[in-house]
């Protein structure tokens, strides 16, 4: 038997979690998701995940049926079900069951589920050596068309992107917004380094990330300039550090991007400090699973 996933109410194995194939988050990718870390017996920044899933929600005007401390508390109790202290947790609500058509209101209830699986590190031994990024020609989905802030079950855009960054030999992708300016990657925003300032694009054109808002406070409390602007494809290949951060990432260098070297081709001294903090907070931080 696999691990147990919460499915509407109930906790059942994986191989039996199932869905009815009138779901609409399956017809349509029509519903909402988080990506969280547990650590050390603690959930990282959970009431912050919490918070965006509901604003994700109520941006698609998806009324999830629970409080959020129950929701929190769910959660939990999926992860004490499956003994877990150092997790991912992939928290998922869709529309529900309705017809072949796209009107929502013939989803009479949302589905709600909760996954949770042990975690390795997303890019293996690429954290000491770098990744090599590529920037892609699918461009970032408009903020007036399909806001990147919303994090939803449809993920095409990312998905092609990624795609693209294989075929060109990449780690990992980099968008560009409809406007040319550095977006974020297919999982996960980016920074760069120069002159010893940290910048990042505004939230914007790119996900509202809890890891970036956990670096950017890091950033603050070690005295590190640091500012929010539009970034274009020259700041990003005469930067002199590139990493991306995300909760399945985490902190990761970037030491090549579209064959040209960042800096001395090695994960930079104020990314390793910065990796070397979140671990610390990560380890440290967060709500107990087990009393």
């Not at 992708?173 to 297919?186: N, P, R, T």
């Not at 980016?190 to 505004?202: A, M, Q, R, S």
């Amino acid at each position: 038997m696999g691990l147990l996933v919460y499915l509407d109410g109930k906790f059942v194995p994986e191989e039996d979690a199932k869905i009815s194939i009138f779901d609409h988050g399956f017809l349509y990718g029509d519903g909402v998701f988080e990506g969280i870390r547990a650590y050390n017996g603690r959930v990282f920044r959970l009431r912050e995940h919490i918070e965006r899933l509901y604003d994700s929600a109520k941006t698609i005007n998806l009324q999830i049926p629970l409080s959020k401390e129950e929701f929190e508390k769910i959660i939990i109790e999926t992860l004490r079900k499956n003994n877990l202290r150092d997790a991912y947790i992939r928290p998922i609500v869709t529309r529900g069951v309705g017809d072949l058509g796209l009107d929502p209101r013939k989803c009479k209830k949302p589905t709600i589920i909760v996954i949770t699986k042990p975690w390795e590190k997303l890019y293996g031994n690429l954290y000491e050596k770098g990744l090599k990024a590529v920037t892609v020609a699918v461009r970032r989905n408009p903020y007036d068309a399909l806001p990147p802030n919303i994090k939803s079950l449809n993920y095409l855009n990312n998905i092609l992107a990624k795609i693209e960054a294989n075929a060109k030999g990449g780690d990992e992708a980099i968008f560009l917004d409809k406007l040319g300016f550095i977006s974020e990657g297919s999982g996960d925003n980016i920074f760069i380094v120069k002159n010893g300032t940290v910048l990042t694009p505004p939230a914007i054109n790119n996900l509202r990330g809890i890891t970036r808002e956990v670096v950017i406070e890091i950033t603050k409390e070690s005295g590190i300039p640091f500012f929010e602007r539009n970034l274009g494809l020259y700041d990003l290949y005469t930067a002199d550090e590139v990493f991306v951060t995300g909760t399945a990432a985490e902190i990761a260098p970037i030491v090549e991007v579209d064959g040209r070297v960042i800096g001395d081709g090695k994960p930079g001294k104020i990314t390793r400090k910065l990796i070397k903090e979140f671990e610390r907070v990560t380890q440290t931080e967060g709500v107990p699973i087990y009393e």
